[in-house]
Nanobody, 116 residues
Framework: QVQLVESGGGLVQAGGSLRLSCAASGIIFSINTMGWYRQAPGKQRELVATITSGGSTDYADSVRGRFTISRDNAKNTVYLQMNSLKPEDTAVYYC??????????WGQGTLVTVSS
């Protein structure tokens, strides 16, 4: 079974920065698109950013210019650099990966809390 483990969440003041990491482990041939999603209290889960195996990225309008998604294929890891954080960014952040010959994999989430 493929497992995704997120790390880097925590409490930060508005205007601060955090860097989230998500490492995939298990039997992995290759990883296709990876992404980050988030779910705020009382709201539906939403897409934050994605990155393809070739490095093409896409961002939600609400985070574009503040967040940067990247990946290290040698480490099977995806990152989310979050700058200029706002209280509205408070949510549980989940990583996602499309694993070749396996299917879709999800992490269990890491909590990001931004205080005003």
């Amino acid at each position: 079974q493929v497992q995704l483990v997120e790390s880097g969440g925590g409490l930060v003041q508005a205007g601060g920065s955090l860097r989230l990491s998500c490492a995939a482990s298990g039997i992995i041939f290759s990883i296709n698109t990876m992404g980050w999603y988030r779910q705020a209290p009382g709201k539906q889960r939403e897409l934050v950013a994605t990155i393809t195996s070739g490095g093409s990225t896409d961002y939600a309008d609400s985070v574009r210019g503040r967040f940067t998604i990247s990946r290290d294929n040698a480490k099977n890891t995806v990152y989310l650099q979050m700058n200029s954080l706002k209280p509205e960014d408070t949510a549980v952040y989940y990583c996602n990966a499309g694993i070749s010959l396996y299917g879709d994999a999800w992490g269990q989430g890491t909590l990001v809390t931004v205080s005003s």
